[in-house]
């Protein structure tokens, strides 16, 4: 296969597999969901071209294994009817994964999915100097691995204590992970110096004294795992509308497709510029 068939393919996401005549089909989601029917016509392509099975990877994608090359077109377009499309590969924007948010989960402090949603539609599959991988978390429980992605969407919750609601139980001193409530006489108070903005304490008070005095999103830049690992770096610690959050990315990736170089993730081309540096340019987009 040439270098320009390389890139195509992975354009197309279609992956190269061990044995030469086979290939995996790389499948598009957003925020880790599918609906009924698509999961009925990956079955079956995975049935009709694949060997019976799916694969689901770590960032909620999936896969179609085993597909014969000379397949791959049918399979695609058999996919497409089905309302599956194909995924992304190469030095470009990847699936953007997220947790279930504040739709479903009780810790989750934003819209996880209207976010990822989002995301993928102004950034999937466009072109960087690497591949660049996206996630959306509710909360700083990191269950969507916002840390330790390129770029990191993360719900936080600022609380306010309310003492006509405080039955004195101690629950929020004992449940908060990071020791920020402590009782002082009569009352109850956060170090907002070393509050993670977490929402345990506003989830799990009894009586609901601890409230959400502010909601909103870390932004996060320059996660990855791999051969190099390194975790994000925070850019903004709570904005609260969520089209600033997402300028904010925009204005991270404009940076980065100046200054990154090929097979460069994002968190390296930070750390050879310097922090510092790295974000007076993002500021000066």
Known sequence: MSMKETRLVAQLGIVKQRDPALCALRLRTVGGDLTTAQLRTIISVAERFGQGKVHLS??????????LK???????AELAA??????????RVRVVGACPGNSWCRYGAINTKDLAAALDREHFASEMPYKVKMNVTGCPNNCGKARENDIGLMGVTVPAWAEDKCSDCGKCVELC???????????YLSDKDTCIKCSVCTTLCPTGAWKAETTGIRVLAGGTMGKKPRLGTVIAD???????ALALVRKVLAVYRAEGRSNERLGHTMDRIGLDEFNRRVAAQ
């Open 58 to 67: 770590t960032r909620q994608g999936v896969e179609i294994h085993g597909v």
């Open 70 to 76: 000379s397949d791959a077109e049918a399979a695609i």
């Open 82 to 91: 089905g309302g599956v499309s194909m995924g992304a590969g190469g030095s």
């Open 177 to 187: 992970p990071t020791h920020s409530i402590t009782k002082d006489g009569d009352r």
């Open 238 to 244: 709570l904005i609260e509308d969520p089209e600033e």
